[in-house]
Every structure is written in C-alpha cells, then in structure tokens.
C-alpha cells in the first residue's frame, strides 16, 4: 500500500480527532480540502488559530464570550428577566433554548456533566458559583435543564441536593413525546414518562 | 437570539462549508475544539496550512505526491507491473483500489468525472494524458474503474470510444452483489446485473 504524502496524512489524522469523524470522513475532507478554495483553507485555520485566543469565559454565568468582555451577551442583558436561572451542561444548550424563544431569564452553563466513569466530579463542574449565585438571592427559580441521560439526571438529582436547603423553586424540562413523534416508535421509557406527566386537556 | 461569539460563528462558517457537515455538526465541531487542547488546535490549522504547498501532482498518472516531486509513488515504483492502467476517478480510488491488494499495475487519475450538469467537459478531466499514455504503447489493458454511477458510467462509455481505436483492451469492473450483502435488500438494477454478469461456478 503505497503512503500517502505527509501533508495528507497529516491532516487525516487530525480531523479523526473530532467528534462523528472516522478515517472515512477525515481522508473525504482531507481530499475535498486539497482541491478546494485556498481562501477557504485560510479561512479554517485562521479561525482555529483565533479560536482559543479570541474568546473567553462570562465571568457569571460560564457561557463563551468574546475575550476581554467580563459578562456574556445575556448576563449583560438588562432587558433578561431576573429571578429565573437555566442550568445548562454546555454553551450550546444556551443556543438551543436561546432559539426556542421561550425563554427570558439568566442561564448557568455547568460545562460539563457528572460522571464517576470519565472522572467529573461535582469540583470539576461550575456548581459551587451557581450555589454562590442561588445564596444571593438572585434566582427565585432553578430550571434544571440538563441532558434527558442518565449523567444529566444525576448532575440534576445532585444539583437538587445542594439547592434544596437554600429554599429556592426547583423545576426540571418536562419529559414527554417529541411534537411531531410518532407513539409507535416512541421508546419504553419516554412512553412511560409521557403516562406519568399527562396533563388535563384545556 | 444572541450573537455567538464572532470567532466561533467564523468556525462554524467554515465548517459548514465542508461536505457532509451541516449547521448542527459544524456548531457541536466548534465548540468540541473551544474545549479542545490547544495542540489539536495547531495541528489542524497547520496542516490545513501546509496542505496546498506541500502537496502536487504527479506529472504521468495525476495522483497526489509530495511537492516537488515529478512522479507519485506508484508511478516511481519499477516494482508495479507495466501493462495495465486503471483509470479512476478520484486520489481516494486509488487508495481504496491499493487497499485490496488486488492490482499490482498503474493508475490513471481522471480528477474528476463528466458532467454536462456541472459543466464538466471531456477537457477539464486529464483524459487527453490518458489517450497519449495509451499511444505511447504504456498498456495493454485499461481498466475503467470509474464509480457505477451515472456520470462514473458516462464518463467510461465516453473513454471507452476514445480508446478503441487505439487497439487496447478494454475491462470495466464487474457489477454484482456486493460481498457481505443481502439479495432481498439489493436494489433492482443491480440484480438485473449480477444476473446478466452470472459465472460458472468452478
């Protein structure tokens, strides 16, 4: 099998490094890479060498900001209402409730999620700011919005712990069948949450 | 809905416009490297660097080689067979092709495929080296090893009338079931084929 040139190599090996890419998909790319648009391969890299210099940390509330900036857009928002704080394992589930445009309180991203198997424990995560944000007396409210897995659950059961004592409203997403499911193909555990939190009809 | 950091929508911009990477894959990839070690960092931008100057194409058979290099590794290599040539499509055919260990000869790389929908002539693929290397008396065999798809199809027909007065032979991969596969599940055309392609058992 003859070797490919080093270059390519290089980059294969590097793309099978993210998440959902394969050796199949890494060598695709690399070879679509070779023949596209040299501005698109400086647009890449410029926005790889940038990424990590380029942005940081809100100093609240642990969503990504622009470095340099101590709040995130939304901590900065006066117009967010206050009282109610999402948690969060990742900026991204940010993005995904941002999108909903159901909801106007503050967020807590955890960064991340407990898990004995890989090693999280509760230090690891951004709960004790949360709890420091909670005994402020900043939230009347806490959605746990984290992950429907079993780690989120746990990070939820957990964070349910800590909070309880500081005699704040705890709430959870509402577990159910996805809008546009089909029961048919709906799993036995969702089935059975959907029976559970069944609700009058109006 | 709040803006993303700029650097971070610069990445998933660039992103997106690999294939197969759509808006979701290319956000969960952004933030995948916000967390990444730096290391991964550098060495996906410097490969995605040095790919266009470090990379060429070898002057006979149009596969990838190492900058400054005139012939690719298996053009160079007076181990491989002379005789036959198999004309591909795509560097990756080649690769897959070498994977089988099942072909010892050389290759042509067309860089492409005909396509009168994306304006694809006979003039942008390298079929004109492929018709004097023929005429130059390199082969005895061509084998056309374009995909079995319509443009893959198109393209080896159209070949196929270009060589034939040349007097050379010419073979195209066998259609069938493919190994490991399931009769039920194979699609209509290319049962039709195993069956027109049947063989005596031995």
């Known amino acids: 099998m003859p070797i490919l040139p080093l270059p390519i190599q290089n980059l294969i090996e590097a793309l099978e490094r993210l998440p959902g890419i394969g050796p199949k998909s890494a060598s695709r790319l690399a070879f679509f890479l070779l023949r596209a648009p040299d501005e698109l391969l400086h647009q890449l890299s410029g926005a790889l060498t940038d990424l990590k210099t380029t942005t940081g940390s809100c100093s609240l509330c642990y969503n990504i900001t622009v ?11 006066p117009k967010r209402a206050d009282g109610t704080i999402c948690v969060v394992e990742e900026p991204l589930d940010v993005l995904a409730l941002e999108r909903t445009g159901g909801f106007n309180g503050r967020y807590h991203v955890l960064q991340g999620v407990l898990s004995p198997i890989e090693g999280v424990s509760p230090d690891d995560l951004k709960i004790r700011p949360l709890i420091e944000r909670v005994r402020s007396g900043e939230a009347k409210e806490i959605i746990l919005a984290t992950n429907p897995s079993m780690e989120g659950d746990a990070t939820a059961l957990y964070l349910r712990q800590q909070l309880l004592p500081l005699g704040v409203r705890i709430t959870r997403l509402a577990r159910g069948l996805p809008v546009g499911g089909d029961l048919e193909y709906a799993d036995q555990n969702t089935l059975l949450r959907a029976l559970a939190g069944r609700q009058e009809m109006q």
Chains 1, 2 share one sequence.
């Open 67 to 77: 470095a340099g900036q101590d709040l995130c857009e939304i901590c900065s928002n």
